[in-house]
């Protein structure tokens, strides 16, 4: 798929493992809108409080803008969204050097949720 097609999701599956079977019951990131490709680094939790889904695309390079295959000669930043069963977006925070006076690549790796105390 060319890189401008590309996109990253998070997809839940229920398995019967009785039956062999695998279905697919909820995704985030194919529809227009919600697409936003990681070339690398990510991750989905499913919130036992809320059912929410906590996602973190850890590695969205561009180069010039555009989606870049691989983190070399791009720019990386990390986007961590909470997304409701309905696909609402309740969070969303970009982790993004872009505003230093020199720019500086950023990734996030095994981001966590931390609910409130």
Do not use: H
């Not at 999701?9 to 990681?38: H, I, M, S």
Request: charge should be negative; aromatic fraction near 12%.
């Amino acid at each position: 798929m060319p890189v401008g097609e590309s996109y990253s999701r998070a997809v839940e599956f229920k398995v019967d493992e009785n039956a062999l079977t695998v279905e697919q019951v909820w995704a985030y990131g194919k529809d227009p809108g919600e697409r936003l490709f990681a070339c690398y680094q990510g991750g989905a939790f499913r919130l036992p409080k809320t059912g929410n889904t906590f996602i973190n695309y850890g590695g969205t390079c561009t180069i010039d803008g555009k989606p870049a295959p691989t983190p070399e000669n791009s720019f990386a930043q990390a986007r961590l969204v909470e997304i409701t069963p309905d696909k609402e977006i309740v969070f969303d925070m970009w982790i993004d050097g872009s505003g230093e006076a020199e720019p500086m690549p950023l990734s996030s790796f095994r981001a966590e949720f931390v609910a409130e105390l």
